[in-house]
């Protein structure tokens, strides 16, 4: 213990953020990696706490204090051992988990006002290391099973269950719609925030340990029917992709765009990959005056993004303030420091639009009416409701508008042709919590599919679950 508890003497300190006029010109990772003596000293200041709220406020319950105490110890293989113990992905985690809001937002020394346990960065520094070390263990079943599990959706859920299922010995195999694996971790999260060749290695080694990918695959209702009879189980993990929209005047005009074709465009473009839409310019925000409507992750992974990509000026439209944003304060913060201008308690109520100089009775959009807006008292949740200032509208100049309004589940009992699969009010799946249980014999569902769109951990979280029990009930049938 003589290693630790030493949060009086030593400072919070985070790997060495790069200067934000050098790092909003590319899309390298923006934090540099930790060195050994700085990750053992900040892991040092773990206060080693009888109930650790970081872990309990962690989807995972990642047993942190421990790792935390052998990182400052040196023992850093046994750290991550530990680490991965509970997440199959942690060097993803590290990466883009709000630590702000989970496990460092209830650290308890942040809370005695001496700056919380940079855990994040320690993870992805232990599991950066155990890549470069060779510490990671390939996957390798002990013995094989001839059951199957299919599994709708390469995304981290449907990946984090492929890897539990495919280490007890089953057959898995992943279908997609898009051409690589990883879901939003692949085609949504920029790549300053999450380098691919860190996803692309992870699916890499899925696939070195036998699990199977079926990608440019659109599962409709034959597909499905015929999945479900040639496999034991079969999991749904396909997200929420179905944009929200603005019924307001001018949404259907040339430069207003969908979050997820915008970033989903960038980062084909990190490929390598042929993007008309990107190279015409409609998904590239090269010297334009954009304009982001939004306040959650994607909007910050939005505006982030037009900056690198040469914007002219970059604003984002939020209709509650700062304070009740359910984006992450980090990335705010990381984001203005880049140049980004946030109008706050703002709400688009048209898209003003003139002929495209280009294209011959195309409306373009030219500018973003919006109007001010204040919060109203707070209701029985504790949410306060965006009210509209009478006489307070406002115009903002937009070659290119991004809405990053969130997402909605596909209509999957018609896209499946199955009536009897639930779903609730809201379009998500009905499952069982903790096993992912639906309506459907042997259906299994996990993630955004069921929780509405949420966070990467949450997620895995489910992916783990949903595999424990499908094992759990393999194990009772061949126990009878």
Not at 267 to 279: A, M, T
Not at 308 to 336: F, H, I, W
Request: proline fraction near 4%; aromatic fraction near 8%; include cysteine.
């Amino acid at each position: 213990m003589s290693t630790m508890l030493k949060f009086v003497d030593i400072k919070r300190e985070m790997p060495e953020l790069r200067k934000a006029d050098l790092r909003a010109k590319d899309f390298d990772e923006i934090y540099e990696q930790y060195l050994p003596a700085p990750a053992q000293e900040q892991a040092s200041r773990c206060s080693q706490c009888g109930v650790p709220y970081c872990q309990t406020h962690c989807p995972l319950h990642n047993n942190i204090p421990d790792w935390l105490m052998l990182t400052a110890q040196g023992r850093l293989q046994e750290a991550y051992e530990l680490s991965q113990a509970t997440n199959t992905f942690p060097e993803i985690c590290g990466r883009i988990c709000p630590q702000d809001r989970l496990c460092e937002g209830s650290c308890v020394i942040e809370q005695a006002g001496h700056g919380t346990v940079t855990i994040g960065a320690v993870e992805k520094y232990l599991t950066d290391t155990a890549w470069q070390q060779g510490w990671v263990r390939e996957l390798k079943p002990r013995y094989e099973r001839r059951e199957s599990v299919a599994i709708i959706g390469a995304g981290p859920g449907g990946l984090a269950a492929a890897e539990y299922l495919r280490t007890a010995g089953l057959q898995v195999t992943v279908y997609d719609r898009y051409d690589r694996a990883g879901g939003l971790l692949t085609y949504g999260i920029p790549n300053f925030k999450l380098q691919k060749d860190v996803v692309m290695r992870r699916i890499q080694h899925l696939e070195d340990g036998g699990v199977k990918f079926v990608l440019n695959c659109e599962i409709d209702a034959d597909y499905f029917r015929r999945l479900r009879q040639e496999n034991m189980s079969t999991i749904i993990a396909t997200g929420v992709y179905q944009s929200r929209d603005l019924n307001i005047h001018g949404a259907d005009a040339a430069g207003v765009v969908k979050a997820v074709d915008y970033l989903t465009a960038s980062n084909r473009k990190s490929f390598g990959d042929n993007v008309p839409d990107f190279d015409s310019g409609m998904l590239n925000a090269d010297q334009k005056r954009v304009v982001v409507i939004g306040g959650g992750d994607t909007a910050m992974d939005c505006v982030r993004t037009a900056v690198r990509q040469g914007a002219q000026s970059v604003t984002c439209l939020y209709r509650r303030d700062r304070k009740n944003m359910p984006g992450s304060l980090r990335e705010v913060a990381n984001a203005e420091a880049e140049g980004v201008v946030f109008e706050w308690l703002s709400s688009p109520v048209a898209f003003q639009v003139r002929l495209s100089e280009v294209q011959k009775n195309v409306a373009q959009v030219e500018s973003v009416s919006a109007q001010r807006m204040q919060l109203s008292a707070a209701d029985s949740s504790g949410r306060q409701a965006p009210e509209a200032i009478p006489n307070a509208n406002f115009t903002q100049q937009a070659d290119l508008v991004i809405k990053a309004l969130g997402f909605e589940p596909e209509n999957l009992p018609h896209l499946f042709d199955e009536p009897a699969l639930a779903v609730t009010s809201w379009g998500t799946i009905k499952a069982e919590a903790n096993s992912g249980k639906t309506s459907l014999e042997g259906v299994y569902a996990i993630g955004d599919i069921v929780r509405g769109a949420s966070l990467v951990v949450w997620a895995i979280r489910d992916g783990r679950d949903c595999a424990q029990a499908i094992l759990t009930r393999l194990n009772e049938k061949v126990a009878a």
